[in-house]
């Protein structure tokens, strides 16, 4: 026999090698998964015996601490609840009684008001019908006591129970305050219980018309009873929705509530075991000398009848006074165990007699397959190279896609998980364990269910998987539980795996933290609706709560309300002068006393810059309106302690009132504003009510300030000349530029009125440039005459900015105007605003060659620093100082210190408003140079100053002349 190895026989060699091989393998294989099938089925019905422990363990645990959480959270609110609802009873018998008096104090006498007051509270009834309102008449007498007649009509401070005396003195003293209520705790008798005494909150608030007191009240521990029943009926949700029944005992055993289990029908049964109390008693003693707290016993079944394991834990409640007894019966909970247990049993059967088919089959089919086998083999061969290069070429394609994905999958910022048609986890990302905190082993195999936060009910969830098998996919927002317990937002998307059949082969989600999101919301939201610096409800806020405001009083006309809008006068200097941050302070400060000085019901506003505002509610008539203005302009002017200074803060207030003042948002705001605005014209620190006045003078101002713009473009400015002359021998040495307006539309408009308008509008940029190239123009022209004359042009705050110098300088380049022929003047309030910038800007003035002088002197903080600080050539003195001369001896010791200071720092003085011949004489008397007023002349148009010019230098030619002829 030829053994040689050729291209004929090795395909024999290699079919009757690969049969015996096949054979032998088969047979190793098959014995080899039946004993591991064995083993893994053996090793997963551990596992899942001993995770149903633990379930059963976890589960009672956790419905003990779910009822913990609640009836914590219940019971710790019970103070807060009787306190919330005996205020919201209170105010509705005020309201109640304001009502009945507003409406039938002008029909009937005070005491049959009063006593329809008292019969219209007196079968009131809350809290269970244990509440009931007490009235007092504010000195101790009892008018109103339901429940005590008796005592209706008595001196309650004279009663011989001192605890009665205490109460009432405790009740007097508490509505003495500003507001008028607040609440009051102290011990009372207990109805029914022999003299036993328990806490009672009680909340009482003054009725002014009468200066009676109205209140109620309640026991502490009669609203934790309340509270128990809601926490029971809690407890009946929680057995339906889960396997484990409860049952609560009180402090000395007896059963509070008897569990129950809910049958598969649907029904309830009650677990009788538990029905007798003592049952428990040593089951609960064992749990107490338990290190885990886990009893099992045997009890006999409510459906089945039968004795059956069930699994018990006990804990105390001591906020309730209660023993808590969480069971299961593990075999009701086990169902789905022995159901798993049965399907591998059978399907290891099933896999045995499967491989011994798979095994014959095999065998036969390789006989059979081996003739045939020999004869092509031999061709395969030949083709088998190129296939092997070709399934290498498509394997390291497929590998790399395989390595693209995974690094896809890996380095998606999403979360991302894969699960299988019955929802098991197959593998997630790295995202997923950043977010959620879970590593991918913990995660694998389980339903992503284990995530759930308990926020979402069943109907959520079913409804979720309706879409999500109805439409393929699903998103939404969620809320699950990190790892660490955290409970947290994220935007969840789901998408269904289909093979070609149709049936469902994955699920894959995708799903992001959103928390940051969701927290920015909230802040966008806050800001929305609320000032960041002062945490007081903003513009927007105000206008909704106005127009909720309209909306009752108009289905209640008898309820009206007003708005106030409080201006901080004069902020802008402290922010100046002290820094933004001060100011910012100052407000904060301020808006916490209007806070405490206004009602709970009333509501506090921040408009934005300098502006609050206060809705008053309730229908309180315009004579209580105008209190509070009085009262918050004088707890708002009290000092302020910032930055080392005691600061005193002035206000205006502005007020509308609904509906006398507008019967909308936009009016209202309006007229409030008008108000506000005229407050601070007449003087500041003042209240105004809205009038049909006060909306004429805004009409007639916009009618100025419409006409105003139009003035520099219709020619309607004019420029008169105030003489000024050297007091010793009446030389006329200069002149004060001044502006006059003379309107087509409104006819001569004095400079006090559309100047302030000019700075306020932003106007008096452009007439203050007008008013320079003007001034230095005419100046110009009288110098071309040969009457050369020095000008004083006055400088307005809103002027005097960095441009100011290269403005002048132009103005004198333009009309090639001597710079000393031209003067500065600033009033002290001007030099007090950037005082740094303000002395650099002047130091440039002073450069080009113009004079600079203080106007004004004397009228404001009249500080001798800034005669140092600032380059100043001349002090012209107020014609307040000069209007009593000589016989005001006060004016006269003032206007001597100022030459006196002024000789010392070598500056000219000028006094304004010289109007009589001895004023005149006293002031050349104590050594003033320089003066100007109506002694002299009055302002000139240009005309008439230049003839006055004129004239002057005649009279100083004429002199001359006669001394040439003496000689």
Request: contains cysteine.
């Amino acid at each position: 026999m030829d053994y040689r190895i050729n291209s004929q026989a090795l395909p024999r060699y290699l079919v009757l090698g690969m049969v015996g091989t096949v054979a032998v393998l088969l047979l190793v294989i098959i014995g080899y998964l039946m004993a591991a099938n064995y083993s893994q089925r053996e090793a997963q019905l551990q596992t899942l015996e001993a995770e149903f422990d633990a379930a059963l363990h976890a589960q009672l645990q956790a419905s003990i601490e779910t009822v913990r959480e609640q009836a914590s959270f219940v019971f710790d609110r019970a103070e807060s609840i009787l306190r919330q609802e005996a205020r919201e009873q209170v105010n509705q018998a005020h309201s109640i009684a304001s009502a009945l008096y507003r409406r039938e104090r002008w029909r009937l006498p005070d005491s049959e008001v009063q006593a329809l007051i008292l019969a219209a509270l007196r079968d009131q009834r809350f809290f269970n019908g244990r509440g009931y309102f007490f009235v007092d008449d504010g000195k101790g007498w009892s008018l109103l006591s339901p429940v005590i007649p008796s005592v209706e009509g008595t001196n309650q401070l004279e009663h011989s129970d001192p605890l009665m005396r205490q109460s009432t003195r405790a009740i007097l003293d508490t509505v003495a305050n500003h507001e008028g209520a607040g609440f009051v705790s102290y011990d009372w008798y207990v109805p029914g219980g022999d003299g036993a005494k328990a806490q009672k909150i009680t909340y009482v608030r003054r009725f002014d018309p009468y200066g009676w007191i109205l209140g109620t009240g309640d026991y502490v521990f009669r609203i934790r009873e309340d509270l128990k029943a809601l926490v029971l009926d809690r407890l009946d949700r929680l057995e339906r929705d889960g396997q484990t029944f409860l049952a609560v005992l009180d402090g000395r055993g007896k059963v509070v509530r008897y569990p129950s289990i809910t049958l598969p029908d649907g029904g309830v049964r009650a677990v009788q075991a538990l029905q007798d109390a003592g049952n428990l008693r040593p089951l609960l003693e064992r749990s107490q000398m338990s290190s885990e707290g886990f009893i099992e016993t045997r009890w006999r079944h409510p459906v089945s009848g039968e004795l059956a394991p069930v699994l018990l834990r006990a804990e105390n409640l001591p906020m309730a006074d209660w023993v808590l007894v969480s069971g299961i019966f593990p075999e009701d909970a086990g169902q789905q165990l022995q159901q798993q247990w049965t399907q591998m049993r059978d399907g290891l059967r099933q896999n045995i007699y499967r491989l011994l088919v798979a095994l014959g089959v095999a065998a036969l089919i390789t006989l059979l397959l081996s003739l045939v086998y020999a004869r092509w083999l031999r061709r395969l061969f030949r083709q088998y190279q190129s296939s092997i290069d070709r399934s290498q070429e498509a394997l390291e394609r497929n590998s790399r896609q395989l390595q693209l994905s995974a690094r896809v999958f890996e380095a998606a910022r999403e979360g991302i998980i894969i699960s299988d048609a019955g929802n098991r986890i197959l593998a997630v990302n790295g995202a997923y364990s950043q977010i959620t905190g879970y590593v991918a082993d913990e995660a694998v195999g389980r339903d992503p269910g284990f995530m759930g936060s308990g926020r979402h009910d069943k109907a959520f969830y079913q409804k979720l998987w309706q879409e999500l098998h109805r439409d393929g996919h699903w998103q939404g927002e969620v809320w699950n539980r990190r790892k660490s317990g955290e409970i947290y937002p994220q935007w969840l998307s789901i998408s269904v795996c289909r093979n070609a059949a149709g049936d469902v082969e994955n699920y894959i989600a995708t799903l992001s933290d959103i928390s940051e999101h969701k927290r920015v919301e909230e802040r966008l939201s806050y800001l929305a609706n609320f000032d960041p610096l002062t945490d007081l409800p903003n513009r927007r806020m105000l206008e909704e709560r106005i127009s909720q405001a309209v909306a009752l009083s108009r289905r209640h006309p008898e309820i009206g309300f007003a708005l106030l809008l409080v201006g901080i006068d004069r902020l802008e200097y402290i922010n100046d002068s002290l820094g933004h941050a001060t100011g910012d302070r100052v407000l904060q400060q301020l808006a916490q006393r209007l806070r405490h000085q206004v009602r709970a019901e009333d509501t506090v506003f921040r408009l934005g810059g300098d502006v609050f505002a206060v809705l008053v509610q309730d229908g309180h008539s315009m004579f209580e309106v105008a209190g509070l203005a009085r009262r918050l302009l004088k707890h708002l002017s009290e000092p302020l302690r910032q930055s080392g200074v005691d600061l005193v803060m002035t206000q205006s207030i502005g007020i509308a009132a609904f509906p006398a003042d507008g019967e909308n948002v936009e009016t209202l705001l309006s007229n409030a504003a008008a108000a506000l605005h005229h407050a601070k014209a007449q003087g500041r620190n003042r209240s105004q009510f809205f009038t049909r006045e006060i909306n004429d003078s805004l009409a007639q101002r916009l009618q100025m300030e419409q006409a105003l713009r139009q003035a520099l473009a219709n020619d309607e400015l004019s420029l008169n000349y105030q003489p000024q002359y050297r007091l010793s021998d009446g030389a006329l040495i200069g002149c004060e530029v001044l502006l006059r307006w003379h309107s087509a539309e409104l006819g001569p408009v004095g400079p006090d009125r559309f100047v302030p308008l000019a700075e306020e509008t932003g106007m008096i940029g452009a007439i203050g440039h007008w008013v320079l190239r003007s001034a230095c123009l005419q100046a110009a022209l009288w110098r071309a005459q040969g009457l050369e004359i020095p000008v004083a042009v006055n400088v307005s705050a809103c002027q005097l900015t960095p441009g100011l110098v290269n403005e002048v300088a132009g103005a004198l380049a333009e009309t090639r105007l001597p710079a000393g022929l031209l003067t500065l003047e600033l009033t002290e309030t001007v030099l007090m605003q950037r005082q740094d910038e303000t002395r650099a800007l002047l130091h440039e003035l002073r450069a080009l060659g113009v004079g600079l002088a203080m106007d004004d002197f004397g009228t404001g903080y009249s500080s001798l620093a800034y005669l140092k600080r600032f380059p100043i050539d001349k002090l012209k003195i107020d014609r307040a100082f000069v209007h009593g001369l000589p016989a005001d001896g006060d004016g006269c010791a003032i206007i001597r210190a100022v030459l006196e200071v002024a000789r010392h720092l070598g500056l000219a003085t000028v006094a304004e408003g010289i109007e009589t011949p001895e004023q005149h004489a006293f002031l050349n008397g104590i050594g003033c140079e320089e003066g100007q007023g109506y002694l002299f002349a009055r302002p000139l148009p240009v005309d008439a100053m230049t003839d006055l010019l004129l004239a002057a230098r005649a009279q100083e030619v004429e002199p001359a002349l006669c001394q040439g002829s003496s000689r």
